[in-house]
Every structure is written in structure tokens, then in C-alpha cells.
């Protein structure tokens, strides 16, 4: 894919950058493939940068890239927090503390949307940014637990230390080898190992920080911890999880199911609350999980979606008591999910 040198002005806006970009001082300001917005190019602007290279097409799978143009405000303030996320990852990577001020910046700009959440999975749902999956995994999970906090009756306080407890989860993964991170395939027994420490690792970064409370610090080391005891770090059972790391866990498992990654496409979410179902209560705790299944279908009825077939449908029901068996409307013709053997949707759209 080739890169072309241009000038910073709004003529880039909705490029994606073609390298990193950098001060005088050596410090990066912005990553490759971030999407030039408004706030990128005043960065860019306000650091003086005057020329950098963008990429002549839209380094993105398929047909899924939204231009500037076509991003509402919700959508273009998405993109902002996957892009400081991952900028806060990456200067993680390179042996700088976390700069918990970002953090701050997307925690509050999340709850800010507490009263208007179906923006935020509007945005969940159809923004897709090229490789980006472990810094919009930061956002999501900070969503969902946001989610699902409010949906078990938390007050203020408390859900926004959920919505940190979610941004936060998976900081210690800057320390994980890229190679490891990134692999398409299964990992070895040896890499797996490694990859397990992002949550000792993670505790490590923010266990010294002022401002980020014990029950958020105990979700980042513990969200990988199952009811059964079997999960890691420690192999604690869920009696010995607060809840913080509970609710982590599910929007973890949620979020990396339905997103796109390296080794096999985006599952949809009756997929995932399927599997979610088949990991049962050994795994994550069954209130919680109850409080998905009940609350979270109904962002997606009115959804269109592609069956394996070719065929455009609608989902127009789903029970609470099966959530992962809708009702799509195809044409004229009802499709019963809970009547089908198989998964029959191929994508949402």
C-alpha cells in the first residue's frame, strides 16, 4: 500500500496516518493508522508539524472504512479514545510510566454518555479502525462494564471506577511481545505462559498510582480469574473476586468474541452470548451474565444483518429467556433462531 508526503491541513482529514509521528523531542505524538480527525490535526497543528505521509487508500478490511465525512460527533469521539488508548499503550511499550491523565480523558468522556449509552454502542458496533483491536478492546470492556454496572443499580461512584476498572484491564499487554500479541494462530504452551503475565504485569503499572482505587487495581490482576478456581493469576475461585473484576470479565469475554481479530473474523453477539452460556457459570458469575442476557439484546433489535445465504434480514425479537435465538424478518418470512441448528447470520451490517 503506498504512502504519499502532504501538508497538514484539512485536506487529510479522514486519512490514516502512514508512520509515526514525532516532536522535536523525540516523543511520539501520534501512531500509525490513526484516522486524521478534527482533534488529530489540531494536535498535529498545535505541535507544528507541517508535512507527514498518509496512506493513498484506507488500510482497513473490506468495505468497512467510514469516511470523515460520513463520522457523526459519537463516532468521531470513538475514534479519538481508541487512539489515545493506544497511544497510552504504546508509550507503556516503550518503558514510560502510564500516563493516567488520558485515562481520566476517556473514563470521563464514556460516563459522560451513562444517560445516552446507545450512542456509545452504536459506535461500538460499527466503527472498525485497521488494526486496532487491543486499544478498542480497552474502550469496549470500559463500555460494557459501564453497561453493566448500571444495569445491577450502581451508583455514580461507583460506575466510574468500573468504567476505569474496563480501560484499564488489559494495560499490562504493553509488555507482552508483539510477535505474541499480534500471532495469527494458536499460541504454543510457552507463549501462552507469557501472555498470561499481562495481568501481573498490569497490577505492576498501576498499583502505585494516586487516583486509581484498590477494587480497580484488583480487576486488572484478577479479570482473567474464573468461579471455578481454574482462571489465572492465582487460580482463586469466584467467592474470592470483588465485583469490579466480575463484571470485567464478562465484558472481556463479550468484547473479544463480537470484535474482528487477527486469527479469525468478529463473531456476532448471539455467538457470543451462546458462548457465554456454554462457559456457564464455571466461569463467570451467573448475576452478572443474567444482566447481559436480560439488558443487551435490545440494542440490537431493529439491527440489519447478512445470513449465510446472501439474504438481508432484520432482527425484530429476541427472548430474554434465550438471547442468543432471535427473530429475524427476511422479506415477508420470520426466521426462528431457537428452531435453527446453526448460527445462520453472517455478519450485521
Known amino acids: 500500500m503506498e504512502k504519499i508526503y502532504v501538508g497538514v491541513n484539512e485536506d487529510i482529514l479522514g486519512s490514516y496516518l502512514g508512520e509515526d509521528v514525532y516532536s522535536v523531542g523525540g516523543n511520539m505524538i501520534v501512531p500509525s493508522n490513526t484516522i486524521i480527525t478534527d482533534y488529530i490535526l489540531k494536535k498535529l497543528v498545535d505541535f507544528r508539524i507541517d508535512k507527514i505521509f498518509i496512506y493513498n487508500s484506507n488500510p482497513v478490511h473490506g468495505d468497512e472504512y467510514l469516511s470523515n465525512e460520513k463520522l457523526n460527533q459519537d463516532q468521531k469521539k470513538y475514534i479519538e479514545d481508541v487512539n489515545v488508548a493506544k497511544q497510552m499503550l504504546q508509550d507503556l511499550a516503550s518503558g514510560k510510566k502510564l500516563d493516567f491523565s488520558k485515562a481520566e480523558d476517556i473514563s470521563e468522556h464514556i460516563y459522560s454518555k451513562i444517560n445516552d449509552c446507545g450512542s456509545l454502542m452504536d459506535c461500538v458496533n460499527s466503527v472498525r479502525i485497521a488494526d486496532s483491536y487491543t486499544y478498542s478492546h480497552l474502550v469496549n470492556v470500559s463500555v460494557y462494564s459501564m453497561l453493566l454496572g448500571k444495569w445491577l443499580g450502581f451508583g455514580k461512584k461507583?460506575?466510574?471506577?468500573?468504567?476505569?476498572?474496563?480501560?484499564?484491564?488489559?494495560?499490562?499487554?504493553?509488555?507482552?511481545?508483539?510477535?505474541?500479541?499480534?500471532?495469527?494462530?494458536?499460541?504454543?504452551?510457552?507463549?501462552?505462559?507469557?501472555?498470561?503475565?499481562?495481568?501481573?504485569?498490569?497490577?505492576?503499572?498501576?498499583?502505585?498510582?494516586?487516583?486509581?482505587?484498590?477494587?480497580?487495581?484488583?480487576?486488572?490482576?484478577?479479570?482473567?480469574?474464573?468461579?471455578?478456581?481454574?482462571?489465572?493469576?492465582?487460580?482463586?475461585?469466584?467467592?474470592?473476586?470483588?465485583?469490579?473484576?466480575?463484571?470485567?470479565?464478562?465484558?472481556?469475554?463479550?468484547?473479544?468474541?463480537?470484535?474482528?481479530?487477527?486469527?479469525?473474523?468478529?463473531?456476532?453477539?448471539?455467538?457470543?452470548?451462546?458462548?457465554?452460556?456454554?462457559?456457564?457459570?464455571?466461569?463467570?458469575?451467573?448475576?452478572?451474565?443474567?444482566?447481559?442476557?436480560?439488558?443487551?439484546?435490545?440494542?440490537?433489535?431493529?439491527?440489519k444483518v447478512k445470513l449465510k445465504n446472501g439474504e438481508i434480514g432484520e432482527v425484530v425479537y429476541v427472548p430474554n429467556q434465550c438471547a442468543y435465538a432471535p427473530v429475524i424478518r427476511v422479506n415477508e418470512d420470520f426466521v426462528d433462531f431457537s428452531k435453527e441448528k446453526e448460527e445462520l447470520i453472517k455478519e450485521f451490517l
Open 158 to 303: 461507583q460506575l466510574k471506577e468500573i468504567v476505569m476498572a474496563g480501560l484499564l484491564h488489559d494495560v499490562g499487554k504493553a509488555r507482552i511481545p508483539e510477535e505474541i500479541l499480534n500471532k495469527k494462530g494458536a499460541l504454543t504452551d510457552c507463549e501462552y505462559e507469557i501472555m498470561k503475565r499481562h495481568t501481573v504485569y498490569g497490577y505492576e503499572i498501576v498499583k502505585g498510582i494516586k487516583g486509581i482505587s484498590m477494587d480497580i487495581k484488583r480487576a486488572v490482576i484478577m479479570h482473567h480469574e474464573k468461579e471455578d478456581g481454574t482462571g489465572y493469576p492465582f487460580g482463586i475461585k469466584g467467592s474470592q473476586k470483588n465485583l469490579y473484576s466480575k463484571i470485567v470479565t464478562v465484558s472481556d469475554i463479550f468484547d473479544a468474541i463480537t470484535s474482528e481479530r487477527v486469527y479469525r473474523g468478529r463473531q456476532t453477539p448471539f455467538t457470543a452470548f451462546k458462548e457465554l452460556e456454554n462457559v456457564g457459570f464455571e466461569t463467570v458469575d451467573p448475576k452478572i451474565m443474567m444482566a447481559l442476557f436480560t439488558n443487551m439484546p435490545s440494542y440490537y433489535v431493529g439491527s
